[in-house]
Antibody
Framework: QVQLQESGPGLVKPSQTLSLTCTVS??????????WSWLRQHPGEGLEWIGY???????YFNPALKSRLSMSVDTSKDQFSLKLSSVTAADTAVYYC?????????????WGQGILVTVSS | DIKMTQSPSSLSASVGDRVTITCRAS??????LAWFQQKPGKAPKSLIY???SLQSGVPSNFSGSGSGTDFTLIISSLQPEDFATYYC?????????FGQGTKLEI
């Protein structure tokens, strides 16, 4: 059973870069059947899809965030990471990492527990 | 981006009731529609993909249907643990987009 766990700072200053890592356990990270995604949820609001990375390093980002966004993957550690630059208070949210299943139409089948990131000085 | 619209935004029901939540896409998405359940303070849980296929471990009282632009989530007999917020998501075109959510209350 796959498990995903987000880690990173819970507090980031405005204009700085938000950096998060997702560690995947359960043996599926190097399986080419999956994309690895990030999503976020602003306090009290709905869900926003941020982007995905494939184990090859191929990425696709939400155009709304693309200019500030980068992702990377470390297959030796079963981890993938998110960097969001020039953050503002509008980037305060719970960030989730997730697994998208290619065999299920690229739909999300597993989620991390989420990590609250607050942007504040 | 494809806009997803759920109705109703909130719904009151009782244990044992049959509940229907609808989701409409602003353009055709085939059957690429997923449903998620979220409880307060918890991560979403994946319920359905491809409009009608249950994720592993999801109880059979959940079902989904639809194609094109109109989709439905049915909970056939509400259990106490089903009271939560439900989101639809299109997984046809990037960026994936979500409905605004339906809060199911007792």
């Amino acid at each position: 059973q796959v498990q995903l766990q987000e880690s990173g700072p819970g507090l980031v200053k405005p204009s700085q870069t938000l950096s998060l890592t997702c560690t995947v356990s359960g043996g599926s990270f190097n399986n080419y059947d999956f994309y690895w995604s990030w999503l976020r949820q602003h306090p009290g609001e709905g869900l926003e899809w941020i982007g995905y990375i494939y184990s090859s390093g191929h990425t696709y980002f939400n155009p709304a965030l693309k200019s500030r966004l980068s992702m990377s993957v470390d297959t030796s550690k079963d981890q993938f990471s998110l960097k969001l630059s020039s953050v503002t208070a509008a980037d305060t949210a719970v960030y989730y990492c997730a697994r998208d299943n290619i065999r299920h139409g690229y739909s999300t089948d597993s989620w991390g527990q989420g990590i609250l990131v607050t942007v504040s000085s | 981006d494809i806009k997803m619209t759920q109705s109703p935004s909130s719904l009151s029901a009782s244990v044992g009731d049959r509940v229907t939540i609808t989701c409409r896409a602003s353009q055709g998405i085939g059957n690429s529609l997923a449903w998620f359940q979220q409880k307060p303070g918890k991560a979403p849980k994946s319920l359905i993909y491809g409009a009608s296929s249950l994720q592993s471990g999801v109880p059979s009282n959940f079902s989904g249907s639809g194609s094109g632009t109109d989709f439905t989530l049915i909970i056939s007999s509400l259990q106490p643990e089903d009271f939560a917020t439900y989101y639809c998501q299109q997984h046809n075109t990037y960026p994936y987009t979500f409905g605004q959510g339906t809060k199911l209350e007792i």
